[in-house]
């Protein structure tokens, strides 16, 4: 099947600096892909649409100039989250549709973020 | 607006034991709906799907079936293993190609011991 591949699996950063996470899809094109974050023991929260080619929709409450998304090409899109704090550790995961399943998505292994 | 709404955890039963978490969904239309599987420190798997009303959808023991009636979609197994333990989420999505999104429940953390 489709698969998703993000990294790293974990990073640990100092507090304001910033942190790139990358997603790739392995085999197929994703003309959209999707991050989301998760708080421990809790859901996951859609944080943003990532396109290809062009500008991220960010859902409501996420700060755009915090969590810098680019989807330069059909196979990667970054997540970069700028000026880290210790707030924004989490666990952040990429998905993109599964192009094998209509109905279906795909998601990486997810990053965990730690900020010091 | 869209939502999903899981029973809450965590669910602990022995191995063997009969399962269900309950899933109920508010949404118009027809949406998709989904069951995802998670293992510690990893991401998501899909578990199964159905994506019209009366469907079942059915892996490795569990079923769901998408009842439009009562807006459920609740997970089953008949006989649970120690390596079911995960949180297990219900989602929903709207929409089709490459443009819907996934609403989740907020998960549930199901715990078998041998």
């Known amino acids: 099947g489709a698969v998703v591949s993000q990294h790293p699996s974990r990073v640990i950063c100092k507090s304001g600096t910033s942190v790139k996470i990358e997603c790739r899809s392995l085999d197929f094109q994703a003309t959209t892909m999707f991050w989301y974050r998760q708080f421990p023991k809790q859901s996951l929260m859609l944080m943003a649409t990532s396109n290809e080619g062009s500008k991220a929709t960010y859902e409501q409450g996420v700060e755009k100039d915090k969590f810098l998304i680019n989807h330069a090409s059909l196979t990667l899109s970054t997540l970069t989250v700028t000026s880290a704090h210790p707030e924004d550790s989490s666990f952040y995961i990429c998905?993109?549709?599964?192009?094998?399943?209509?109905?279906?998505?795909?998601f990486g292994s997810g990053t965990r973020l730690t900020v010091v | 607006g869209n939502s999903v709404t899981q029973m809450e955890g965590p669910v602990t039963l022995s191995e063997e034991a009969f399962l269900t978490i309950n899933c109920t969904y508010t949404a118009t239309g027809y949406p998709s709906l989904f069951w995802y599987v998670q293992y510690p420190g990893e991401g998501l798997q899909l578990l199964l799907k159905?994506?019209?009303?009366?469907d079942k959808g059915s892996n490795k023991g569990f079923e769901a079936t998408y009842r439009k009636e009562t807006t459920s979609f609740h997970l089953e197994k008949g006989s649970v293993q120690v390596s079911d333990s995960a949180v297990y989420f219900c989602a929903l999505s709207h929409g089709s190609s490459n443009t819907g999104k996934l609403i989740f429940g907020q998960g549930t953390t199901l715990q078998v011991k041998p």
């Open positions: 159905a994506t019209k009303a009366d």
């Open positions: 998905s993109a549709r599964d192009p094998d399943s209509l109905y279906g998505y795909t």
